[in-house]
């Protein structure tokens, strides 16, 4: 149920894409009972976004959305771990990366919810 989307100005190649989604996966781990098994990632690339009015650097936003509550403690490790992969990846310093995070009591799957 988790689902992770990046919207960045970095154009990202299919195989920076792939390495991104798996590195989530592991990252997503962070979560108590949450793994890359029922993970989504989207991944929005070559946006043209400005980061406290300059758009001269590359930026990126990653929503982190969850079944049930965000673990405070989970949020903090997985924040480190994204804004690690971002940089390593795509070059993006963490300085420019914001991460949010929303739970959700609601969640559908299959015709039904969770």
Same mark, same amino acid.
């Given at each position: 149920?988790? @689902? $992770? +989307?990046?919207?960045?100005?970095? !154009? ?6 792939? $390495?991104?989604? %798996?590195? &989530? ?11 890359? =098994?029922?993970? &989504? *990632? ?6 043209? &976004? ?10 990126? #936003?990653?929503? *982190?959305? #969850? ?10 490790? &997985? ?7 971002? +940089? !390593?990846?795509?070059? $993006?310093?963490?300085?420019?990366? @914001? *991460? !949010? @995070?929303?739970? @959700?009591?609601? /969640?559908? /799957?299959?015709? %039904? =919810?969770?």
């Amino acid at each position: 149920m988790p @689902y $992770i +989307e990046i919207k960045t100005t970095k !154009k990202v190649t299919d195989e920076n894409g792939e $390495i991104i989604k %798996s590195a &989530m996966g592991k990252a997503i781990e962070c979560f108590p009972g949450k793994n890359e =098994n029922w993970l &989504m *990632v989207g991944i929005e690339d070559g946006i043209k &976004m400005w980061f406290r009015g300059d758009a001269s650097e590359d930026s990126a #936003l990653v929503d *982190v959305c #969850l079944l049930g509550k965000v673990d405070k403690n989970g949020s903090e490790k &997985m924040t480190e771990q994204i804004c690690d992969i971002l +940089e !390593k990846e795509l070059g $993006i310093s963490s300085e420019r990366i @914001y *991460v !949010k @995070y929303s739970g @959700y009591e609601n /969640w559908g /799957w299959n015709k %039904s =919810n969770f």
